[in-house]
């Protein structure tokens, strides 16, 4: 099962930032947070992991509570291009990831 | 970041034919790989972890017999659905992280397969 609790969908214009959020409150100490997003019919593509710290890379950040029970993943300027579903998953490093629901996202002009 | 391959891309079968998939990392080494399956407006769904020249491992309610996979080589998987029904049709897609690295994180995914079977 899914050890984290995403919004089913989620709507942004064009141009802002897209804030999706993510409750794990039962993640442990060894437990990453992975977000990966699909377009549809198209295979799941990574944007950022981490552990504790806040992460940044080209594609987003990735905000962890101190308490790592919840996350955000924020996409600083949305495109069409974005529109897609967003998984966030923990687990730990090595393992095979499960899938949840994931939020779907629109981005619209 | 590292690529993986499928192949084919998509692919329509007769009831009680065949079918192989392939999963190859292009530019990396990859010791284990994962297959998943997705149906449609569902989330991906765990099937199998291929390991490099051992037996693969399956999720709990996926027949080994009917989903076979070899994982040959470390560049190399492969996801035969035997005796395939319409039940089986679905997009199935493989993963792998790169040797050397199994604890960065990242998985690397495929274009996926779309399989449809008639």
């Known amino acids: 099962d899914a050890k984290t609790t995403q919004p089913t969908s989620m709507d942004c214009a064009e141009g802002r930032a897209a804030n999706l959020p993510c409750n794990h409150s039962?993640?442990?100490?060894?437990?990453?947070v992975y977000w990966y997003r699909q377009i549809h019919s198209q295979g799941p593509q990574y944007i950022i992991h981490?552990?504790?710290n806040n992460e940044t890379n080209e594609m987003a950040s990735l905000i962890i509570t101190e308490d790592r029970k919840s996350s955000t993943l924020i996409l600083p300027h949305a495109t069409l291009r974005d529109t897609a579903v967003y998984y966030c998953?923990?687990?730990?490093?090595?393992?095979?990831?499960?899938f949840g629901k994931g939020t779907t996202l629109s981005v619209s002009s | 970041g590292a690529v993986v391959s499928q192949h084919p891309s998509w692919v329509i079968c007769k009831s009680g034919t065949s079918v192989k998939i392939e999963c190859r990392s292009l530019?990396?080494?990859?010791?284990?790989m994962f297959w998943y399956r997705q149906f449609p407006k569902q989330s991906l769904m765990l099937m199998a972890t291929?390991?490099?020249?051992?037996?693969?491992?399956?999720e709990q309610g996926v027949e080994k017999d009917k989903f076979l996979i070899n994982h040959a080589s470390l560049t190399l998987s492969t996801l035969t659905v035997t005796s395939a029904h319409p039940e089986d049709s679905s997009f199935y897609i493989c993963?792998?992280?790169?040797?050397?690295?199994?604890?960065?994180?990242?998985?690397?995914f495929g274009e996926g397969s779309r399989l449809t079977v008639l």
């Open positions: 530019d990396f080494q990859a010791t284990t």
């Open positions: 039962t993640i442990s100490g060894n437990e990453y």
């Open positions: 981490g552990l504790k």
């Open positions: 998953i923990v687990d730990q490093a090595g393992t095979a990831l499960i």
């Open positions: 993963s792998a992280r790169t040797s050397g690295r199994e604890n960065t994180g990242e998985l690397f």
């Open positions: 291929s390991n490099e020249g051992s037996k693969a491992t399956y």
